[in-house]
T-cell receptor, first 116, second 114 residues
Framework: AQSVAQPEDQVNVAEGNPLTVKCTYSVSGNPYLFWYVQYPNRGLQFLLKYITGDNLVKGSYGFEAEFNKSQTSFHLKKPSALVSDSALYFCAVRDRYSGGYQKVTFGIGTKLQVIP | SQTIHQWPATLVQPVGSPLSLECTVEGTSNPNLYWYRQAAGRGLQLLFYSVGIGQISSEVPQNLSASRPQDRQFILSSKKLLLSDSGFYLC?????????????FGPGTRLTVT
């Protein structure tokens, strides 16, 4: 079984400050990890993924995420938050060896509020 | 490049009426296709997935059904809507086979059952 936890329902950060949105995961094997962003009344947009290799993954809009195998975490980060980053963020995980059907498990989402 | 379309964007239907939501993908072949429902603007519930034409798997029992009549077309249906069917419906696709599995989402359909 695989699962994702996003422990913070909401994260508030001042514009220009660094932001972190937390995610921890559980899989039986090795993970593929993903971050998505959702703006109000829109579909989810893919931000970045970790497959293998460097633990620091860079993605769209200046976001990056750090894979930490020992802590089973994949936190989303950005050095300087923008008001336009305010949205709902989803972490997701897939077991690398899940076969032909790529079952992806999504977290419940974290609302990011960037304060001007 | 690949694009995914959903329609309609919004829908208001009375209880007991039928439902048909359509999703199409362009620019790729043999995608995996997914239907999700998002309630209260938060978590995603996987409803159906499909790895090929005519191959549908259901994740949760309900009064909804799905069909895949063509490679890049995915339809969500109901014969009689319930109030509890209200929500934001999202279609998504991913590359089939042994790819990493990131999913790409459509713009969604907001369904209100009255």
């Amino acid at each position: 079984a695989q699962s994702v936890a996003q422990p913070e329902d909401q994260v508030n950060v001042a514009e220009g400050n660094p932001l972190t949105v937390k995610c921890t995961y559980s899989v039986s094997g090795n993970p593929y990890l993903f971050w998505y962003v959702q703006y109000p009344n829109r579909g989810l947009q893919f931000l970045l993924k970790y497959i293998t290799g460097d633990n620091l993954v860079k993605g769209s809009y200046g976001f990056e995420a750090e894979f930490n195998k020992s802590q089973t975490s994949f936190h989303l980060k950005k050095p300087s938050a923008l008001v336009s980053d305010s949205a709902l963020y989803f972490c997701a995980v897939r077991d690398r060896y899940s076969g032909g059907y790529q079952k992806v498990t999504f977290g419940i989402g974290t609302k990011l509020q960037v304060i001007p | 490049s690949q694009t995914i379309h959903q329609w309609p964007a919004t829908l208001v239907q009375p209880v007991g009426s039928p439902l048909s939501l359509e999703c199409t993908v362009e620019g790729t072949s043999n995608p995996n296709l997914y239907w999700y429902r998002q309630a209260a603007g938060r978590g995603l519930q996987l409803l159906f997935y499909s790895v090929g034409i005519g191959q549908i798997s259901s994740e949760v029992p309900q009064n909804l059904s799905a069909s895949r009549p063509q490679d890049r077309q995915f339809i969500l249906s109901s014969k009689k809507l319930l109030l509890s069917d209200s929500g934001f419906y999202l279609c998504a696709w991913s590359v089939g086979g042994g790819a990493s599995g990131e999913q790409y989402f459509g713009p969604g359909t907001r369904l209100t059952v009255t």
